[in-house]
């Protein structure tokens, strides 16, 4: 069965820092692209971030670029979003998903994890 399922989400204060995983099952990770998506209650989808199947080139959404950082451990199977400097925006459900690359929209996208909460708050 292919799987995603990601983690590390949580409460965090203005300016701290999270580290989401998000861990495949039942497909190898690193011959897709993985794009990180956050939504807001009564917002869009928006995409943070995304990793090519290729050559792992990075990209960001201006809102997160300098503050998140997307990486794969390919030994691991598992895709990561660093997040710093997180700010009160930034909560959210980040989900992240898998498809043949990166694509700014999210219905180009084959598999979806159920998602981790993320709530920046003091």
């Known amino acids: 069965q292919l799987q995603l399922v990601e983690s590390g989400g949580g409460l965090v204060q203005p300016g701290g820092s999270l580290r989401l995983s998000c861990a495949a099952s039942?497909?190898?990770?690193?011959?897709?692209?993985i794009g990180w998506f956050r939504q807001a209650p009564g917002k869009e989808r928006e995409g943070v971030s995304c990793?090519?199947?290729?050559?792992?080139?990075?990209y960001y959404a201006d809102s997160v670029k300098g503050r998140f950082t997307i990486s794969r451990d390919n030994a691991k199977n598992t895709v990561y979003l660093q997040m710093h400097s997180l700010k009160p925006e930034d909560t959210a459900g980040y989900y992240c998903?898998?498809?043949?690359?990166?694509?700014?929209?999210?219905?180009?996208?084959?598999?979806w994890g159920q998602g981790t909460q993320v709530t920046v708050s003091s």
């Open positions: 998903a898998a498809g043949q690359d990166c694509y700014p929209r999210s219905h180009d996208y084959d598999y």
């Open positions: 039942g497909f190898t990770l690193d011959y897709y692209g």
């Open positions: 990793i090519s199947s290729s050559d792992s080139i990075a």
